[in-house]
């Protein structure tokens, strides 16, 4: 049967009565690639107590730098009622520079995620202290990069129960040496003057930080062969075990040049495997213009599937997991590719918003040049018809997807326990948007919270999955991936009507496997490996 979309569920822009006031600054005339490509957020809860909190990453302008100007990331503080906190100043988050994108993580395993921004050099590790504040850790962790960094993710590749840090790099940038606007072949739109890049400047390399377990790193790109030496133009980050082999891999998202998958050979190195697992170009053999990345099971065969955005006159990109590290651009046949051509793709995830068992889509637009009409967009929602297609649904979600904005990156999870996942968007230029999903938990659900023992604490690269009657999902802790930014690490399952999970195994990095028997829907579960469930409380519906 081919699923329909849900007609009762629809979104509603909380940002304002939620109290974020937060605004995002850039140029508007976007005279030089570095001021269109900012624009990360995280969804992670930084003081336990429940509810997930939101971190917004701001940047700066070229004439804000030149004038040793500033502006201010913040971090709010989730009040469990529908309303948020500024405590960024008592936190000591907002001061981190040019900033892009940001990962979560427990990188000293003490059971308090950690953040890590990502910026036009340096950039920033900020250890939560568990006291509601941050300490910047970065220079004695040895992970400030100086180069233009983007996209980021925690991940434990050596499987030696720390979490390592993966880090893609953009361009070679210097405001002090800056390329002129709307001169040379590579400055050029249609026709029209913009902003230079990234083609025709300098790549720049990327980096894999080993944790040694003592509050430091070690650089070890060239060693573990992913320091990208040809310089291509990285943005998204997504880390996941794609070929099922025990070990997690490594995808990177390269604007206007072929897309990287690290394959991790379990020896503390990587093959990147881009062309022949199928992922680097699309199935026209062109290299694209990718920005966003995101992994699910959309067709539930067990396999997790990548999704990626890209730019314009060009389409978003679905790849099937085939199975033994290979994949198929399916992107016209699932119908996600013509809908996308007119329009600049970046934010991404796959998410169940109507809890129908199936993973849906959305996906974040916006153009990088002002000196077009579109410069600002509509975003997408793809419902999953439950036959390997999908059926774009937006406008039929309320009001936010009408509006056209400029937007970058996006973060997911359930911002009121309520059992559907919301969503928080970072746009350029102006205030973000928190879409509260109204509707979605009509159907039942579970989220399901991991703890490491063995493995890294957040549980990062564990493989879920959950048999509830007919309906066999899977998912996976991940950290990384959408534009720059940070889901919620917990694991949400959408599950229609069924009230019961007959069944629950995470395979832990480690190789432990835990089974959790015979469990009610609409719950937050807690598994803590080696123990099982520890904790289960009810949805707040």
Known sequence: ????????????????????????????????????????????????????????????????????????????????????TDITDKAGVGDIGWGMGVAIGDYNNDGWDDIYVTCLGPNH???????????DVTQKAGVGD?????????????????????????????????????????????GIPVQCGPRGLKGAGDTLYHNNGDGTFTDVSKKAGVADLDGYYGLGVIASDFDDDG???????????????????????????GFPAGVAVNENGSEQGSMGVTLGDYDHDGRLDLFITNFDDDYNTLYHNDGKGSFT??????????????????????????????????????????????????????????????????EQLGAPFLEKRTGRGAAFGDIDNDGDVDVVINNLDGPPQLLRNDGGNANNSIL??????????????????????????????????????QSDLRIHFGLERRTKIDLIEVHWPSGVVDKVRNVGANKILTIKEGQGLVEQKDFKK
């Not at 070990?247 to 495997?273: M, Q, R, W």
């Not at 016209?332 to 600049?344: D, E, H, R, T």
């Open 1 to 84: 049967m081919i699923g329909t979309p849900a007609n009762d569920v629809h979104f509603v822009d909380i940002t304002d009565q939620a109290g974020i006031k937060f605004k995002h600054v850039s140029s508007p005339e976007k005279k030089y690639v570095v001021e269109s490509m900012s624009g990360g957020v995280a969804l992670f809860d930084y003081d336990h107590d429940g509810y997930l909190d939101i971190y917004l990453v701001n940047s700066l302008t070229v004439d804000m730098v030149k004038s040793k100007q500033k502006t201010r990331s913040a971090l709010y503080h989730n009040n469990g009622d529908g309303t948020f």
């Open 125 to 135: 590790l900020l250890r939560n202290n568990g006291n509601g504040t941050f300490t």
């Open 146 to 190: 100086p180069r233009w960094s983007t996209g980021a993710a925690f991940v434990d590749y050596d499987n030696d129960g720390k979490l390592d840090l993966f880090v893609s790099n953009y361009v070679d940038f210097d405001v002090n040496n800056l390329p002129e606007f709307g001169k040379g072949r590579t400055c050029q739109f249609k």
């Open 247 to 273: 070990l997690v891999d490594i995808f990177v998202a390269n604007d206007s040049t072929p897309n990287f998958l690290y394959h991790n050979n379990g020896d503390g190195s990587f093959k990147e495997i």
């Open 329 to 394: 651009d399916v992107s016209y046949a699932a119908k996600v590719a013509a809908v996308s051509l007119p329009y600049v793709g970046w934010g991404t995830w796959f998410f169940d918003y109507d809890n129908d068992g199936w993973p849906d889509l959305l996906v974040i637009n916006g153009h990088v040049y002002p000196q077009l009409p579109t410069y600002r967009q509509r975003n997408f929602v793809h419902h999953n018809n439950h036959d390997g297609t999908f059926t774009e649904v937006g």
């Open 448 to 485: 399901i919270k991991t703890i490491g023992v063995k493995s890294n604490r957040d549980g990062s690269g564990a493989r879920v999955k959950i048999v509830s009657g007919d309906l066999t999902q899977i998912g996976e802790v991940c950290s990384g991936g959408s534009y720059l930014s």
